[in-house]
């Protein structure tokens, strides 16, 4: 049984962390409450993604935290990574899943109902299911979904789902109402003058939704 927590999930980008490394970024992140945190880095290059990662798994150690890398299949299995993150457009799950082996968590994003149908749960580990709403952080991004569109998603999981794209700590409340298990977020960590309050203030809210509707 894999065991991961998509709660808060911060997704580094080291053009966002602007004064600070992604690595002390995660680290401030992770003291604040982020439970998840994904190396993605589209310019590093194998090499680059290497020697981030391995910082980040020390100061992940001992946290619980998981340290999961974006696309780069043979870099996270150099940092022995706790999992990786694909896409629609990327390698398929099920030859990551073979390169990997079955116990590295494997995430893939979905954004529509077919991608969602297709995904196999022998292997995959949850779905990041986006974007929500525009953002300037993934210019290539696909069409929004909206709330409407996640809830309908989430509903067809066979996985557990994190919810990713323009989410700000206003959207805690409707988010956690379509029945995704967490929300990603690269700006509003990476991009925050102090990520621990960030993530503090954005994981508060969440702990109090989740009261909210399971008291
Ligand atoms: C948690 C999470 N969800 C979705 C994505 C997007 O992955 P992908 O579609 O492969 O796009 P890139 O991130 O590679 O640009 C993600 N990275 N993380
Ligand atoms: C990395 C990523 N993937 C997306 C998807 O829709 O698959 S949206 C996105 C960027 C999310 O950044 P922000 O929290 O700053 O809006
Ligand atoms: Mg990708």
Redesign the pocket.
């Known amino acids: 049984m894999k065991r991961f927590d998509l709660s808060l999930y911060l ?1 580094l980008d080291p053009g966002l962390c602007r004064v600070r490394t992604m690595v002390e970024t995660a680290r401030l992140a992770v003291a604040g409450g982020a439970t998840m945190v994904q190396l ?1 880095d589209k310019e590093a290059g194998t090499s680059g993604l290497v020697a981030t990662g391995r910082a980040l798994m020390d100061v992940l150690a001992g946290t619980g935290v998981k340290l999961i890398v974006n696309d780069d299949v043979e870099a996270a299995a150099a940092i022995d990574a706790h999992g990786v993150h694909v ?1 629609q457009d990327d390698m398929p799950a099920i030859e990551v899943r073979s390169r990997v082996g079955p116990d590295m968590i494997l995430g893939l ?1 979905a ?1 529509n109902e077919a991608a969602v149908r297709a995904a196999d749960p022998a292997m995959v580990d949850y779905l ?1 299911l ?2 929500v709403f525009a ?1 300037p ?2 210019p290539d ?2 069409p929004p979904i909206g709330f409407d569109g996640l809830a309908q998603l989430a509903r067809l999981s066979p996985v557990p789902t994190v919810a ?4 700000k700590a206003e959207h805690v409340r409707s988010l956690f109402s379509t029945g995704v298990d967490g929300m990603a ?4 960590i990476c991009s925050h003058r102090a990520p621990d309050i960030a993530a503090r203030k954005l994981m508060a809210m969440i702990e109090s939704e989740r009261r909210r509707r399971d008291p």
């Open positions: 997704v993605r896409g994003s954004e990041g986006g974007p953002t952080t993934k991004h696909k990713i794209g323009g989410l977020v690269v700006s509003a």
